[in-house]
């Protein structure tokens, strides 16, 4: 098949190459990036991508300059176009294993396919687990939220309920009261609040009500509130709620690199530097699977990093190379 990208005709194609200067694992805004700046530096990169975006429910972007509310999955082909427009490659498929070949790595896809990669960049994001509450997975990205920055202005001025779900939960209530006069925060199954937290949920008029939230209830227009143990329902519009955050990196594992705990207690992650770079030579990690908390431009940019960094590593490969084979030609004469 092919695509017109501006006035460029650009093959699309399913099938892999035997390999690749670089594979990238995960085709969201860290890997297209990443995978853009890599094309453009004339390297040989294909995107793997499984297709399970963590934002697909969403009904926009949001925080990014010059695309603020794109839908997420327009944000997706747009990039792939641009990917492909300089010669990378994006494929459908889900990455099972990783494991070191020679110099590079040997990749296996769940179809059987496999394929070869001097560097390896992986984004493929996380899994937001989110508490066992019935009523709550089915309105999630929808008016059961978890960031301030990505969805609070579109929740504004709305009854908001705050589940507490973990450390970083007295943190979010009171980002989320700078949207809305009408907070309340629900302790759950966490403990209640201590005498500094109340205070301070006190002063800007937070509520605070304790017991276990056992469902929340929806109608056809939405959400209608959360209802305790004790059968209460108090009355809400929208729910906020912090969701354990997981790495989607499970065929790191045999390279030696699986998700730890993260130090803020909010999930598990892939560590790796300010570049990107994991302790695994040749692995590189961008966006959300190893910086639990980044949106999409901070994602994007993580990409871009990695991608220029992963170029430089090569090509100073390359150099080491060119320098030992004329020593060899010179020493040889």
């Known amino acids: 098949m092919r695509i017109v ?20 694992a995960g085709g969201g805004a860290a890997g297209l990036n990443g995978a853009l700046m890599l094309a453009r530096s004339r390297r040989s990169v294909v995107v793997i991508d499984a297709g399970q975006p963590r934002n ?10 010059a695309r603020d509310g794109m839908p997420p999955a327009e944000l997706v082909a747009r990039g792939r176009e641009e990917v492909r427009r300089y010669g990378g490659h994006v494929v459908s498929g889900e990455i099972t294993e990783a494991v070191r070949d020679g110099d590079g790595f040997s990749i296996a896809l ?3 396919r496999r394929v070869r990669a001097r560097r390896l960049l992986v984004t493929t994001g996380l899994t937001d687990e989110l508490p066992d509450i019935p009523g709550l997975r089915e309105r999630w990205g929808h008016d059961v939220v978890h ?6 202005w579109e929740v504004r001025d709305r009854a908001i309920g705050v589940l507490n779900t973990g450390p970083m939960s007295q943190h ?10 009408d907070v309340v925060f629900f302790t759950h199954d966490g403990p209640e609040p201590t005498a500094d937290e109340a205070e301070r949920m006190a002063a800007r008029g937070i509520r605070v009500v304790t017991g276990k939230v056992t469902a929340v209830e929806h109608g056809s227009g939405g959400i209608t509130g959360l209802r305790l143990a004790d059968g209460e329902v108090v009355a809400r519009d929208v729910v906020a709620v912090g969701t ?22 909010v999930g598990r992650y892939i560590p790796a530097d300010a570049t990107g770079r994991t302790e695994v030579p040749g692995v590189w990690a961008a966006g959300n699977v190893t910086e639990l ?34 020593s060899s030609a010179v020493s040889g004469m």
């Open 5 to 24: 990208v501006g006035k460029e005709v650009v093959r699309v194609t399913e099938e892999l190459e035997n390999s690749y200067d670089v594979v990238v």
């Open 56 to 65: 697909a429910p969403a009904e926009g972007v949001h925080g990014l300059l």
């Open 110 to 112: 769940a179809d059987g």
């Open 147 to 152: 960031c301030p920055y990505c969805h609070g």
């Open 172 to 181: 979010q209530v009171q980002l989320f009261r700078q949207l809305s006069d």
């Open 244 to 265: 354990r955050m997981v790495a989607r990196a499970g065929f790191l594992n045999s390279l030696g690199l699986p998700a730890i705990d993260h130090p803020a207690g």
């Open 293 to 326: 908390t980044a949106q999409v431009g901070a994602a994007a940019a993580a990409g871009a990093m990695a991608g220029a960094q992963i170029n430089a590593d090569l090509v100073e490969e390359e150099v080491r190379a060119a320098v030992a084979a004329g």
